[in-house]
């Protein structure tokens, strides 16, 4: 500003385009500035995210390999199990049975989850299946709808009647009778004679029958279902017989050519050969069937609470050689060893320390007529069966 002779103060006006050109100057330093420091913090945010995905990534590729080394662990070792908490892996340690028969140990392990190795397939219908042996038949599990006697055999007839029986019309599936002939033929060779067959299979109107005839004998006492449940403590219902599946049969002793009748039905558990055959059925395929407080003798565990069966009963029934074996290592009646089955659905059997059998139980369908079942190609021999219970039970014997 300046003062003039009159002692006024006039102020100097400022060049607008001066100003202009220095606001636009600040104004383009701070927004280099701006774009720098933005640049700068985009990079090391940059820089962050990169350091932090190339960790995630490594981190993610160390337990990648370390997840499929658990999961080839767990391949090779069907036992195995990983720790859902902790991701430790560790052997899972599966139960096992033992007993010691005739000198021999006896053991039976459950393989878990462990397939069949090396196994070919068979085709099977329905009806090889229903005469395999293992079908469970009684007072809560009927006949199957496709129940057929159309291939059982006379006994009798069919041996010759070098097995005695009570008449031409007891019969049995083959794989019955082939088994009750190898034990008795065995029984005469070790000096054990004179058994007869009393029973085999029955129709299921010669069951209805029996059935009818005992619930008018109880009529007098009981009607309704009163009446019906009765008379099933001492005849089974039509359909849940144990004489209807044509695997079993009724044992006594008979000498046709001397005192006729040598023991009755009851005696024959107290005869040397009733000892003889309860105690050696095993090995044929064949178990004593319905146990009962001290019968066939004391040594036996009563099983009538799992049968419904409290009738002393010299009833034999075939189930085939494994499953015969099991059952003896085991003190298991039919009923206990589906059952088992079912909880153990793949087991191996040993005979001092050497595999002897291989079991595998399958759930199948019922509506299908013909199945593809397993057979290891190492296996000498298998023997396939219905359950009854929704199962296929496979048998595999190694030599």
């Not at 280099?32 to 990534?57: K, P, W």
């Amino acid at each position: 500003m300046r003062i003039n002779s009159n002692k006024k103060i006039h102020k100097i006006k400022r060049d607008p385009y001066k100003t202009l050109l220095r606001t636009t100057g600040i104004l383009a330093i701070v927004v280099v500035l701006g774009i720098g420091i933005f640049y700068l913090c985009s990079m090391a945010v940059t820089h962050d995210y990169t350091t932090q995905r190339d960790n995630l990534e490594k981190t993610n590729a160390e337990a990648e390999v370390e997840f499929n080394a658990k999961m080839n662990a767990l391949k090779s070792n069907q036992n195995a199990t990983i720790d859902p908490d902790t991701g430790e892996i560790s052997e899972e340690d599966l139960p096992f049975w033992e007993n010691t028969l005739e000198g021999k140990v006896w053991r039976i392990e459950d393989e878990g989850s462990a397939g069949l190795e090396n196994t070919g397939t068979i085709s099977l219908n329905r009806a090889d299946l229903v005469t395999g042996g293992m079908m469970l038949v009684n007072a809560w599990h009927s006949l199957p709808s496709d129940f057929s006697d159309s291939a059982m055999i006379s006994v009798g007839e069919t041996s010759n009647y070098k097995v005695q029986v009570k008449d031409a019309s007891v019969k049995l599936y083959p794989v019955a009778y082939n088994a009750l002939l190898n034990i008795v033929t065995d029984a005469e060779a070790a000096g054990y004679k004179h058994y007869i067959v009393h029973a085999g299979y029955r129709t299921n109107a010669e069951q209805t029958e029996l059935f009818e005839a005992k619930m008018q004998k109880l009529s007098e006492k009981y009607t309704g279902e009163t009446l019906i449940e009765q008379t099933k403590k001492d005849v089974n219902y039509p359909g849940t017989s144990e004489y209807q599946t044509g695997l079993s049969f009724q044992m006594g002793l008979y000498d046709k050519e001397n005192t006729g009748e040598v023991d009755s039905k009851k005696g024959f558990q107290e005869s040397d050969q009733g000892i003889w055959f309860t105690d050696n059925c095993w090995k044929y395929g064949v178990v004593f069937r319905f146990p009962v407080a001290d019968f066939p003798n004391s040594t036996w565990e009563d099983k009538s609470y799992k049968t419904a069966v409290s009738t002393k009963l010299n009833l034999y029934r075939y189930v085939g050689k494994a499953h015969s074996a099991a059952m003896r290592v085991m003190d298991y009646c039919l009923e206990e060893y589906v059952e088992f089955l079912m909880l153990h659905p793949h087991i191996c059997i040993y005979e001092d320390g050497a595999l002897k059998y291989e079991i595998v139980r399958i759930g199948m369908a019922d509506s299908l007529d013909s199945f593809s079942l397993p057979v290891p190609n190492p296996a000498s021999d298998y023997q396939a069966s219905i359950d009854n219970m929704g199962g296929i039970v496979m048998a595999y014997t190694y030599n």
